[in-house]
């Protein structure tokens, strides 16, 4: 069973940066996709930005585009988001969460082990 654990969340100005990671245990061939998700009070969660193992890629989503940057480093078994430019709009809480499917082809319904979160407010 993958576990993840979501950390480095917290209060930043308009125009900075913040980077969360997501430590990831369990068996590696439990997952293909990793991704990092967030949703906004009263908001349905979205994704944000995905890695897939099984390609090698990494793919961003809407406003993430330019300013977020998806990194892994396989030997902490820890994927990062790296967040630069904040918003207000990119206040949320931020999970991470796995997929068996390639992030190509995976839903977010195809994400079937999550993180508990991380708060990410934006605001000055």
């Known amino acids: 069973q993958v576990q993840l654990v979501e950390s480095g969340g917290g209060l930043v100005q308009p125009g900075g940066s913040l980077m969360l990671s997501c430590e990831v245990s369990?068996?590696?061939?439990?997952?293909?996709?990793v991704g990092w998700f967030r949703q906004a009070p009263g908001k349905a969660r979205e994704g944000v930005a995905y890695s897939s193992r099984s390609d090698d890629t990494i793919y961003y989503i809407g406003s993430a585009k330019g300013r977020f940057t998806l990194s892994r480093d396989n030997a902490k078994n820890t994927v990062y988001l790296q967040m630069n430019s904040l918003k207000p709009e990119d206040t949320a809480v931020y999970y991470c969460?796995?997929?068996?499917?390639?992030?190509?082809?995976?839903?977010?319904?195809?994400?079937?082990?999550w993180g508990q979160g991380t708060q990410v407010t934006v605001s000055s």
């Open positions: 369990g068996f590696a061939s439990d997952f293909d996709a």
């Open positions: 969460a796995t997929s068996p499917i390639p992030a190509t082809i995976a839903t977010i319904s195809d994400y079937t082990s």
